[in-house]
């Protein structure tokens, strides 16, 4: 699939400001906040900004990078740089427009102080309990504070005193004042600047009050002269507050919001509190763990960049709130993967056949195609030796129905090689088969199955003597449910307990030296990546199942 464009109503509503004149350029931004790295959902949404700047670019459209880091009690450093290496891997950059609210403090300070001038703002000592306790709700109106007609002049000199650091958190914030009978409650005169005593990551303790999101988000975007802000739908409602406040502070611009649908999975937790339950009680590996739906974890599972560009491309953009199947997200990558990935032979359950009639310390070379289909891609000899690794599953002592692979005095083709025919096996003390005994077919090596010999499948296999051990990390869904958020005894109860197991397995030399994040497809068994982290080249193999051949959720 192309990355190229499909339209939708964000990016007819930007065409049409472009046609009327209204913007000469359009400017978004993507706006993550650096408490947590970054999931497929806000792939979604780095795809949209990023790409509708794309785009534009010949009319000098730009997409920014801006960390919304407003609340120091759980914004990291260590997120921040997550975030921006993420955005990269997807294949987007930001050039020189790279910001951080917090550099912004003090605008937002001015601003705060306008209002306050101007009577829509006044400092409320009531405690969080008592505030929301006067908001009312859908069918009563709120009360107002008792504080909130207390002169400007009072306010300035109180919001002072916040800024000054001589009120502890909780004993005072700034509210706007807007309309407590507002049948939108954000707009009840809501909370925008509180106390918080807290280290920044960024701008130390310089400051002790915050503003909350809401009130930051709208100039952030107006100082940024951003012309399209881009929220999902949960932001509808905030959109009047939004809009308040660029009419009533100083701001150089009036950006315009615009809500879509956000990217749900099932089978998939998206909630950053959710998925930082999952790290910190040791349920996953970490933020990376390639069970996450996190952009490091799909990365480190083998699903390329591509195929997640092409998949938000697919799901599109809507207004309408719905459920993917992340069966669709699989597709993709295996779409993209058959492609794009080269083939090698590994062995996961292996089975010692031992052929009888080629000398022991003899070896043959066998050619094979990289790919099937792209020619491009080369070709690669590996050594047939006597005896040779397959899978435990292509051999049965009493053959199934249809079961063409080997089975006793049935033949099979070793892929690229020899047909052989099985001549006995051996059984270890608890009647499991250990080993299995055959003989090459002279002349066979690329050739058809001479007169009366029935043939009718090949199988992948590695030499026993030329192969090099691999461990091999199988990687399944990591809830049972499609529906975790709903699970009854909560979404950590219902873990595929089945979601990640390693084994020890055979594979052909040439992958002990692939690079770390090097993918390709083990020949029938499904497309596997060099682990980014744990793979060592020249050293130690360690391959990630990105995605099976076939969903076998299906008929689950």
Request: charged share 30%; net charge negative.
């Amino acid at each position: 699939m192309s990355d190229s464009p499909k339209s939708d109503f964000i990016r007819d509503i930007i065409a049409a400001d472009l046609a009327s004149g209204k913007h000469e350029t359009t400017i978004t931004r993507f706006p993550p906040e650096p408490n947590g790295y970054l999931h497929i959902g806000h792939a979604k949404s780095i795809c949209l900004n990023f790409g509708i700047a794309q785009e534009n670019a010949g009319i000098g459209a730009r997409c920014h990078l801006r960390f919304d880091d407003t609340n120091p009690e759980k914004e990291e450093t260590e997120y921040v740089e997550s975030i921006k290496a993420d955005v990269k891997w997807l294949g987007f950059d930001w050039g020189e427009n790279l910001f951080f609210a917090s550099n912004y403090f003090e605008f937002y300070y001015e601003c705060a102080v306008h209002l306050i001038k101007n009577g829509l703002a006044y400092v409320d000592q009531q405690t969080a309990d008592e505030i929301k306790s006067t908001r009312g709700n859908l069918t009563v109106p709120g009360t107002p504070s008792p504080y909130r007609d207390r002169s400007a002049e009072e306010n300035l000199e109180l919001f002072a005193k916040m800024r000054a650091g001589g009120f502890e958190e909780g004993e005072a914030v700034l509210r706007a004042k807007i309309d407590m009978a507002s049948p939108n409650i954000v707009m009840r005169d809501p909370v925008i600047y509180r106390v918080l005593k807290a280290e920044h990551h960024n701008t130390g303790d310089a400051w002790c009050i915050y503003p909350m999101y809401d009130y930051a988000h709208p100039l952030e975007d107006a100082l940024e002269k951003i012309t399209h802000s881009l929220c999902t739908l949960e932001f509808e409602i905030h959109r009047p507050l939004y809009d308040w406040v660029i009419d009533n502070c100083p701001v150089p611009a009036k950006p315009r919001q615009i809500e879509f649908a956000r990217l749900n999975l099932n089978y998939t937790v998206m909630s950053k509190r959710k998925l930082l339950q999952l790290v910190k009680e040791n349920l996953v590996s970490g933020w990376d763990d390639p069970r996450m739906p996190t952009i490091s974890g799909i990365r480190r599972r083998g699903y390329p960049a591509a195929a997640i560009r092409n998949f938000c491309h697919k799901v599109g953009i809507t207004k309408f709130n719905g459920i993917t199947d992340v069966a669709l997200l699989e597709f993709e990558v295996r779409d993209y993967l058959n492609t794009a990935s080269a083939r090698r032979m590994a062995v996961l359950d292996p089975l010692k056949l031992v052929i009888t009639n080629l000398p022991e310390g003899q070896s043959e070379d066998i050619e094979l195609d990289n790919h099937p289909k792209d020619p491009a891609m080369g070709t690669r000899q590996v050594k047939l030796s006597r005896e040779v690794w397959i899978e435990s599953d292509d051999f049965m002592e009493v053959p199934e129905k249809k079961f063409y692979r080997l089975g006793p005095d049935r033949h099979v083709r070793l892929r690229g090689g020899y047909i052989v025919k099985c001549t006995g096996f051996e059984k270890d003390d608890s009647g499991k088969v250990v080993k299995v005994n055959c003989e090459y077919l002279p002349g066979t090596k690329g050739a058809d199955a001479p007169a009366g010999v029935e043939c009718r499948a090949a199988i992948h296999w590695v030499s026993a003597e030329h192969g090099v051990p691999a461990e091999v990390r199988l990687y399944d869904r990591l809830f049972t449910v499609e529906d975790p958020d709903g699970a009854e005894g909560g979404f950590v109860s219902v873990i595929n307990p089945d979601s990640f197991k390693t084994i020890s397995a055979w594979v052909e030399p040439a992958l002990l030296e692939a690079e770390p994040e090097w993918i390709c497809q083990f020949e029938r068994l499904g497309y596997f990546v060099a682990d980014r982290h744990d793979h060592k080249t020249g050293e130690k193999a360690v391959f990630n199942r990105a995605v099976a051949l076939r969903d076998s959720w299906a008929k689950k």
